[in-house]
């Protein structure tokens, strides 16, 4: 199994820009999850899905749009960049019930000028 | 909502022990997660508690009130590559199935020879 894989692992993007962090599992998780990083600020919760066809917002879904057609794939999709997106994306994955833990992916650096 | 607390950073000196408190303030509460993230990194898991109560796991141990709103991880016997930072997460009550976890802002510990 490859686990949880984002690409790209770098971005910079000009203010404005448009664009889709990739997001896949292959371990038939039900439950997948977008975070930002920010220093000092720990992990917040962008948009989550407990299921195909399911979305639902976190914390901060402002400016972020996210869909689940499969199982397998959760894109996050930043409609028009703005600095104050610069961070560290994960996304996260985990089988449906209370004693899982989530599984990362290696994480989006993104860079807002 | 959650609140949850944790020290910014801590050392210690490598063989030493570190206990790193998290306190949480929830309107639901549903069990609490103990991730280790080093530098530029994915957080990977480290414990579980969803009952009151001391979880052993190696050289890792953790700690739940939940009367109280508190825990703590303990490290035992530190080593160098202990030095990371420790992410403390709640898992809230939600009405679907799924995982949705908000985090501290981490704790950074850093192990001196």
């Known amino acids: 199994n490859a686990g949880v894989t984002q690409t790209p692992k770098f971005q910079v993007l000009k203010t404005g820009q448009s664009m889709t962090l990739q997001c896949a599992q292959d371990m038939n998780h039900e439950y997948m999850s977008w975070y930002r990083q920010d220093p000092g600020m720990g992990l917040r919760l962008i948009h989550y899905s407990v299921g195909a066809g399911i979305t639902d917002q976190g914390e901060v879904p402002n400016g972020y749009n996210v869909s689940r057609s499969t199982t397998e794939d959760f894109p996050l999709r930043l409609l028009s960049a703005a600095p104050s997106q610069t961070s560290v994306y994960f996304c996260?994955?985990?089988?449906?019930?209370?004693?899982?833990?989530?599984?990362f992916g290696p994480g989006t650096r993104l860079t807002v000028t | 909502g959650q609140n949850i607390d944790q020290p910014t950073e801590m050392t210690a000196t490598e063989g030493a022990i570190v206990q790193i408190n998290c306190t949480y303030q929830t309107s639901g509460f549903n069990g609490l997660f103990w991730y280790q993230q080093h530098a530029g990194e994915a957080p990977t898991f480290l414990s579980y508690n969803v009952l009151d109560g001391l979880e052993e796991k190696g050289r890792f141990s953790s700690f739940l009130s939940r009367s109280k709103g508190y825990s703590y991880l303990l490290l035992k016997e530190l080593q160098m590559k202990d030095s990371a930072s420790y992410l403390c997460a709640v898992r809230d009550r939600v009405k679907a199935a799924g995982n949705k976890l908000t985090f501290g802002g981490g704790t950074r510990v850093l192990v001196k020879p």
């Open positions: 996260a994955s985990t089988p449906s019930g209370q004693a899982y833990e989530q599984y």
